[in-house]
T-cell receptor, first 114, second 114 residues
Framework: DTGVSQDPRHKITKRGQNVTFRCDPISEHNRLYWYRQTLGQGPEFLTYFQNEAQLEKSRLLSDRFSAERPKGSFSTLEIQRTEQGDSAMYLC????????????FGEGSRLTVL | AQKVTQAQTEISVVEKEDVTLDCVYETRDTTYYLFWYKQPPSGELVFLIRRNSFDEQNEISGRYSWNFQKSTSSFNFTITASQVVDSAVYFCALPPLDDYKLSFGAGTTVTVRA
């Protein structure tokens, strides 16, 4: 399967712990996006990369959040000192630059902060 | 700023009934794209359709059709002869002109009963 894959699919952690999510995009896609989705809401944009460059970060992305895409392939999203309000589904998507808006999403990583 | 409103929270129908999902959007861009995505219980968002603001012609693709009316800023989506597999959350989305990070509506949950 050559779709977008995310790991882990589920993560339960205690408040104050750090967590890291990984996303492997479709191999030829140069754009990679992170979104956050809470129950009953649509996905909210967090950040995106073109190749290894992080081009935009939402104001939703506090200082406790950091995302990287070191070699322009996979990406990681780390949340430090997690809070209960961080509980959500974290979605990764990829696309080809210039391809008008068709994003390919992974199945998401669900975070529960106790 | 882009804004997408999906006023319907939930719709429940019996199999073979038609389902129409409403979407109203706000944008300052004169040229834009509109999208519908489907999110089945597995969680992975799936691209359904994309429409360019230049083209208001309504189309049918299989059991899907859409009604784009620029004058009322609406982009409604219809599933004809619904099936149980159509049960999912459906999102309308709109990107800014200069990028493809999508702004999603809150979603409409469609339940198709056998």
């Amino acid at each position: 399967d050559t779709g977008v894959s995310q790991d882990p699919r589920h993560k339960i952690t205690k408040r104050g712990q750090n967590v890291t999510f990984r996303c492997d995009p479709i191999s030829e896609h140069n754009r990679l996006y992170w979104y956050r989705q809470t129950l009953g809401q649509g996905p909210e944009f967090l950040t995106y990369f073109q190749n290894e460059a992080q081009l935009e970060k939402s104001r939703l992305l506090s200082d406790r959040f950091s995302a990287e895409r070191p070699k322009g392939s996979f990406s990681t999203l780390e949340i430090q000192r997690t809070e209960q309000g961080d509980s959500a589904m974290y979605l990764c998507a990829s696309s080809l630059r210039g391809d008008t808006g068709e994003l390919f999403f992974g199945e998401g990583s669900r975070l529960t902060v106790l | 700023a882009q804004k997408v409103t999906q006023a319907q929270t939930e719709i429940s129908v019996v199999e073979k009934e038609d389902v129409t999902l409403d979407c109203v959007y706000e944008t300052r861009d004169t040229t834009y794209y509109l999208f519908w995505y489907k999110q089945p219980p597995s969680g992975e968002l799936v691209f359904l359709i994309r429409r360019n603001s230049f083209d208001e012609q309504n189309e049918i693709s299989g059991r899907y059709s859409w009604n784009f009316q620029k004058s009322t800023s609406s982009f409604n989506f219809t599933i004809t002869a619904s099936q149980v597999v159509d049960s999912a959350v459906y999102f309308c989305a709109l990107p800014p002109l200069d990028d493809y990070k999508l702004s999603f509506g809150a979603g409409t949950t469609v339940t198709v009963r056998a």
